[in-house]
T-cell receptor, first 114, second 113 residues
């Protein structure tokens, strides 16, 4: 089944404890992206990757890191999480046809930082 | 002003009604446009791409007006199952920003029996 998977789905952690949220897609998509969704603020792009070893900042990259060493994986790293990073996180991928990015989303990771 | 703005809603309509949502964008160089549907904090799912010539998929019609910088979504013969939040998405075209996606905050639709 073609899909985007994220792990973990739910995570409660404490301030300052490094964590990684994994994202993997099995559709051979070039493009991958991370978003966070907060009430009243909609979905905001954190980082995106046009291809392996190519990553760029979205609108809210502060406090996050990403890497794209393989086409299928795009982990999101929080080196020192803070309570303002409590959010619902979505990973997405796209086959990227020209300038068109029809994105397919993972199920989301609900992160709480205390 | 936000880059992508949507009708705030909520829209409450009876079954069978026709409802339309608009979404305006501020960057005239925006290249591609989409409507997504999101149910109750689940993942967004692609509903339709929006083409310059307009496109239709069953009860759903999407239009793009580049001159006025807005896209629209029309839902005819609303069903209870159409109740969801509808998100418009705009992607940039410039090489330095290609890949940046901006989502609207969403419009909530509730279809009542």
């Amino acid at each position: 089944e073609a899909q985007v998977t994220q792990n973990p789905r739910y995570l409660i952690t404490v301030t300052g404890k490094k964590l990684t949220v994994t994202c993997s897609q099995n559709m051979n998509h070039e493009y991958m992206s991370w978003y966070r969704q907060d009430p009243g603020l909609g979905l905001r792009q954190i980082y995106y990757s046009m291809n392996v070893e190519v990553t760029d900042k979205g609108d809210v990259p502060e406090g996050y890191k990403v890497s794209r060493k393989e086409k299928r994986n795009f982990p999101l790293i929080l080196e020192s999480p803070s309570p303002n990073q409590t959010s619902l996180y979505f990973c997405a991928s796209s086959p990227r046809q020209g300038f068109t990015y029809e994105q397919y989303f993972g199920p989301g990771t609900r992160l709480t930082v205390t | 002003r936000k880059e992508v703005e949507q009708d705030p809603g909520p829209f409450n309509v009876p079954e069978g009604a026709t409802v339309a949502f608009n979404c305006t964008y501020s960057n005239s160089a925006s290249q591609s446009f989409f409507w997504y549907r999101q149910d109750c904090r689940k993942e967004p799912k692609l509903l339709m791409s929006v083409y310059s010539s307009g496109n239709e998929d069953g009860r759903f019609t999407a239009q793009l007006n580049r001159a006025s910088q807005y896209i629209s979504l029309l839902i005819r013969d609303s069903k209870l199952s159409d109740s969801a939040t509808y998100l418009c998405v705009v992607n940039k075209a410039h090489n330095t920003n290609a890949g940046k996606s901006t989502f609207g905050d969403g419009t909530t639709l509730t279809v009542k029996p």
